[in-house]
């Protein structure tokens, strides 16, 4: 083993915060201080003579597109895009492209080599950006900030897919799962969340062995999953007297074991890209990964395993802490970075590390546990497990002559047992398609002979350093096929060559079970051909999959520490009855213990509830409803085709402990189902009774497709289309009503281009789904607008998008967004004086002078309401409004006014005068002033008798 120091590698002698290897080894990119990213030619770093050859370029590209520290440099798994976070807030995406580099313009560095250019600049972060991955398709990134929140992009578009906001401090490190299931986050001090992220449902909190508050000693704390997917290693552990490396099983998430002996935080950890033979047997059976531990103590540990103390401990290498590590493809060399500016490459020998378990027999392991692993971020999806995996194959009809394994090809209990699956989790669209990105120069065998200036360092044995630094012998490993014959490259194709076309990619999407191809009837004399009947499915018929799941909720499993784990509904169609009929197992289960199971006949595709029931409907269009102890409510449910989407309320913590911002009875208790032919329905399950019936055809007539669809949190269906729009469903008018769109480009009211006002109008459904459909048009595009936009058309439409947004909020039932846009509009007409609409808002929220609901509800739901989504009208005129009336002098008559007939209702109510004699003075100006702004044609009403009714029938403001 050598250990070099490249002295040639640096930020202007700042700290270098992150390395990554590019996926042909050719490349490693670092960021640090300097705010700049630098991509050097690794082929000097690992081969001394190409180091000696002047001629051999050593930096190929710096790229300096952000203005602050740049924290984290990610490449993407193809090798064609470079990720990167900064402390300006703001993700980058660069794509290496033909062609020779370029100077920037006033920078001192040597022109670029190899051409990078920035093709997404991703803006949503309020805070640092501390660390950042990639899917394994290359199709999303994942960027932590110190905002406590965790973005999900679109690579390709920018577009923001999701938002986690679970963590309640700072997030230091994401990682994605190599098989496409998870996204593990880590903060600083509330632990680890891992996330299925089909759904982006919480499947596990970790909090074992991460003490608070102790990441604080390092910047990030990142973790990572060993290549074979079955274990989480997370960074900020500590277990007395040493930090550590808690490590995660799959499925199980809890932690079994963990890498110790650091005196300081470990700020990341690394597995090596490949499994490895261990040592002591290179020719056995057994094969494990490798991971490297980084450390705020200014040490590194490289651990295996099957070994009691680490393999390596590198101690006097660095002057700082050791911030980010990175292994080259092959397996052979570790890169480091530290905060003292330096970065030092390890390079081992087989006899250190092990041998490298051949690919082919890798491949040929996670097929037989979870399907061609080839399919990874494609079409297919991968199998949850071997179990899963034969279940598929006997649903899908005949499968293809299986490979012959010998008894040495057994698997054990780490990747073979019941505990987590590995499959992917849905369907993805690959990236684009690219041949790999060319290499740097390479060696030059007739270089100059230019002496070697690199400092040796002698590594410290690891005999010597093995007290304090010790992991539990009976760590699991995984056991390889036995070798020759074909047999594993047989195994890693799914099938032998002459059987690959019956296993065709077009059978199996997205991990699902095909339909049994219609049989043709035979041709007889005289048969006549009959057209088929046209379809009348206007949404996607959702596919049958081996497994399908949804979070009922949270529920409390430690009253002394409140700590909380999800309760997950899972339908595994893995069985037949005596018929050969499909027949789904349905259960339910908390922290890895089931509570109940059910069988249910049919293949399950769509699944839901909450902490008080559970639902699933099936490929047939049935439907049955589970109590919380499997009980079976009601009889099969029969929908009148599949279920294209089915979806619950959301639920509080405790069983049956359920709330909702409208403060309806019914919250946790709705149940929302959207049948492939279109049609809409909503129940009540605790009143057994149907809300709502409605059909999304009239959404799809532009050939836009559903999205999403969910409840608000006050019960209203919200359907979220292809293009960003979002509409839900008036009731009242039986209409469907768009409350999002990216009608409002340059308004300043845009949540989309002022993160202060999005902090201002705070969290909120109206708000999410506004930010999402503004996230679809670029900076660029809204100052275009803007620029294009005559001045008086701009106010226009900031007062329009204010009037739209006040409606939504209306429409959505969101009370507190609906009081936020409601005093923003009010502020706005009141800086420019507008008395007309002014005095319309005052009229409908002072009311009758004298109400009573006698006198104003001869017709029920025509009468004006005094309270409003819970909030008290005239309260909110006196104690808000008026306040900003008051604060433009030209508004100083009508706030006068309106204070004189406000005395005059408190007079009212204390004398209680009897009901239905209406006062006359102070409401007989206020109207004729509105009568002579208005014009002799106006009406001797400003605002209608009967106002609008949202949702449930209650009045809302109109400009």
């Known amino acids: 083993m050598i250990v070099d120091k490249v002295p040639w590698i640096s930020h202007e002698d700042g700290p270098i915060f992150c390395i990554d290897v590019h996926p042909d080894g050719n490349r490693v990119a670092t960021c640090g201080n300097d705010n700049k990213i630098k991509i050097w030619n690794l082929q000097p770093v690992l081969h001394e003579p190409v180091e000696l050859d002047t001629a051999i ?37 660069h794509e290496l492209r033909p062609g020779p580099g370029a100077s920037m313009f006033g920078s001192k560095d040597a022109p670029n080599i190899e051409n990078w250019k920035q093709v997404q600049n991703l803006r949503g972060h309020d805070n640092n950006v501390s660390d950042l991955c990639w899917s394994p398709d290359d199709k999303y990134v994942a960027s932590a900030s110190l905002d406590n929140l965790v973005h999900i992009w679109e690579a390709a578009t920018g577009r923001l897919v999701h938002t986690i906001r679970a963590h309640k401090g700072f997030v230091k490190g994401v990682a994605w799962d190599p098989f496409n299931v998870y996204l593990a986050t880590q903060g600083e001090n509330d632990g680890v969340f891992i996330w299925r992220v089909d759904g982006w449902t919480r499947i596990a909190h970790i909090t074992k062995h991460l003490v608070p508050n102790l990441g604080c000693q390092s910047f990030n704390a990142r973790p990572c999953w060993s290549p074979d997917g079955q274990t989480l290693a997370m960074a900020g552990g500590f277990c007395k007297p040493s930090f550590t490396a808690p490590l995660v099983s799959r499925g199980k998430w809890d ?91 390890c390079r081992f020998s087989p006899q250190e590390l092990g041998r490298v378990v051949p690919e082919a027999e890798v491949q040929a392991l996670f097929a037989q546990l979870f399907g061609d692993t080839r399919a990874r971020g494609k079409v297919q999806a991968l199998a949850e497990s071997a179990d899963l995996l034969r279940m598929e194959q006997e649903l899908a009809g005949p499968a293809p002559e299986p490979v012959r394994v010998s ?76 070798r020759g014959s074909g047999a594993a490259a047989q195994a890693a194709g799914g099938a032998p060559a002459a059987k690959r076309q019956a296993v065709a990619a077009a059978d199996v999407v997205g991990g699902s079970v095909p339909a049994a191809a219609p049989t043709p009837a035979p041709a007889g004399a005289g048969a006549a051909a009959v057209a088929a009947p046209p379809s009348r499915h206007v949404l996607p018929v959702p596919a049958v999959q081996v497994m399908v799941s949804a979070t009922l909720g949270m529920k409390v499993v430690d009253e002394m520490t409140g700590r909380e784990a999800a309760v997950v509904l899972e339908a595994a169609n893995v069985h037949r009855d005596q018929r050969g009929q499909p027949l789904a197992e349905v259960a339910v289960s908390c922290e890895g213990r089931q509570l109940w199971v059910n069988r249910v006949p049919g293949s399950v595709v769509k699944c839901a ?69 279109g049609q809409l329905r909503m129940w009540d399950l605790q009143l057994e009774a149907c ?8 959404l799809l007539e532009e050939g836009h497709r559903v999205n999403t669809v969910r409840l608000s949190s006050a019960g209203a269906p919200l359907l979220v289309l292809s293009n960003c729009h979002g509409y839900t469903y008036h009731r009242g008018m039986g209409v469907w009503m768009r409350v999002a769109d990216d009608s409002f480009p340059a308004s300043v009211y845009n949540s989309s281009s002022s993160s202060a006002f999005q902090n201002l109008v705070g969290s909120g459904d109206l708000a999410h789904l506004q930010h999402e459909a503004g996230m679809r048009r670029r900076d660029v595009e809204v100052v275009a607008t803007a620029l294009a936009t005559p001045p008086a058309w701009r106010l226009a439409d900031d007062r329009a998008h204010l009037e739209s947004n006040i409606a939504a909020a209306a429409a959505l039932q969101s009370a507190h967004e609906w009081k936020r846009w409601l005093l923003t509009y009010v502020r706005q007409l009141a800086a420019d004086a507008d008395e007309m ?23 029920a739901g025509r009468g004006w309401e005094p309270v409003f989504l819970g909030i008290d009208k005239r309260q909110l005129l006196k104690r808000e409004v008026l306040k900003e009336l008051s604060k433009n002098r030209a508004n100083h008559k009508l706030v006068q006014e309106v204070l004189e007939m406000q005395k005059e209702v408190e007079e009212q109510q204390q004398q209680q005068e009897p009901a239905g004699v209406l006062g006359t003075s102070s409401r007989s100006r206020l109207t004729a002033l509105g009568t002579s702004l208005l014009g002799s044609q106006a009406p001797a009403r400003v605002f209608p008798t009967t106002p609008a009714t949202a949702v449930h029938g209650a009045p809302m403001v109109h400009g």
């Open 609 to 677: 509830g909450t902490l008080n029931f559970a639902a699933v409907a099936t490929s047939s269009g049935d439907m049955l409803v589970f109590s919380p102890a499997g009980r079976r409510v009601f009889p099969a449910i029969r929908l009148g085709g599949p279920a294209a989407f089915l979806v619950a309320d959301s639920t509080a913590p405790g069983m049956g402990q359920l709330v909702s911002a409208g403060g309806s009875g019914a919250a946790g208790w709705r149940l929302l189902v959207v049948t492939s032919d």
């Open 407 to 482: 008894k040495q090809q057994s698997l054990n209990s780490r990747l073979g047992g019941g505990g987590g699956g590995g499959g992917a989790a849905g369907s993805s669209a690959p990236a684009a398609a690219m041949a790999p990105p060319p290499a740097p120069a390479g060696p030059n065998a007739g270089a100059g002979a230019a002496q070697d200036t690199r400092k040796r360092l002698q590594p410290t044995p690891s005999a010597a350093q093995g007290a304090g630094h010790t992991a539990p012998a009976a760590t699991p490993v995984m056991r390889s096929p036995s």
């Open 837 to 859: 609409r002014l005095r319309e808002v005052v009229l409908d929220l002072l009311g009758p002078l004298r109400y009573s609901a006698t006198t104003h509800h001869a017709q």
């Open 691 to 698: 809300v709502l019936e409605a059909s999304v055809a009239p």
């Open 57 to 93: 370029p050593r930096v190929l590209a710096t790229l300096t597109d952000h203005c602050a520290c740049v924290n984290v440099a990610r490449f993407s798994r193809n090798g064609k895009y470079l990720a990167s976070g900064s402390d300006d807030k703001v993700v980058c995406i």
């Open 255 to 345: 932690v079994e074991f963990s890498f110790v002996g650091h005196r300081a935080s470990i700020t990341s950890v690394r597995y090596n890209p490949k499994l490895f033979f261990p040592r002591k047997d290179p020719q056995g059976e057994e094969a494990c990964p490798l991971a490297a531990v980084l450390s705020a103590d200014k040490q590194f540990t490289v651990w295996s395993p099957t070994e009691k103390t680490p393999l390596l401990v590198g101690s006097s290498v660095f002057k700082g802490g050791v911030m980010e590590g990175a292994w080259t493809p092959d397996g052979h060399a570790l890169l480091l970075a530290s905060y003292d500016g330096s970065v030092a490459v």
